[in-house]
């Protein structure tokens, strides 16, 4: 992405190949008009669901985060973008889960579109995080889950954490430059993906290869 000149002030960041929500991922930023890379908690809480003991919310459906109340203020000014080489989603019956890898079929990064209330010159309250921005599953994604991350190419991350665009533009480039089902592959992994805090590299390697 030519993002040599960021700022990367990530704590202690190892590869994870099983990122939960609640952990702190990277994430890629340029508020303030400079490019930096921070380890940000998954998830988010409005002050009004922390006061309610609300779960944490973990994705923001792009249908409604533009103008629905818990994330438009985030949607307008605090586009980010997680880095991944790809995610997980499940099938079958509770206590039976398969879970499902899902990549590009190039094999290069993933740039999802989030929202947060992080800024780098602010010291995080409780509830604050980020989101992951999905939309409806096409084509054969929709075998897998029927919702999506908003996965964008790299010219077009950069247009998305470009938070001098409104809301109507940043929404227009979340609906009509998100890559398609045909640039993914999705295969079966190992359920070892279901145990919380095990990350190994052959969880993301199709059980078929095993």
Known sequence: M????AQYRQQDWQPNWNVPPGSEP????????KRAVDSVPW????????????????????????TGPAFRGMFRNGRAIVPAEGWFEWTGEKGHKQPWYIKLKSGGPMFLAAITDFRPDRELQEGSGF???????????????????????AEDALL??????????????????????????????????????????FMVEALANR
């Open 26 to 33: 990277l994430l890629m930023h340029q508020f303030g008009g």
């Open 160 to 201: 998305w954490m470009d938070n001098s665009l409104s809301s109507e533009q940043a929404e227009q480039i979340a609906r009509q430059m998100a890559l398609g089902p045909d640039c993914f592959e999705w295969f079966m992994v190992s359920t070892e993906v279901n145990r919380a805090g095990r990350s190994e590299p």
């Open 2 to 5: 030519g993002w040599t000149d």
């Open 43 to 66: 998830g988010f809480r409005p002050k009004w669901a922390v006061d309610r003991k609300l779960p944490m919310m973990i994705n923001a459906r792009l249908e409604k985060a533009a």
């Open 131 to 153: 989101v992951i921005v999905t939309a409806a599953a096409e084509g054969g994604l929709v075998d897998v889950h029927d919702r999506r991350p908003v996965v964008l190419a």
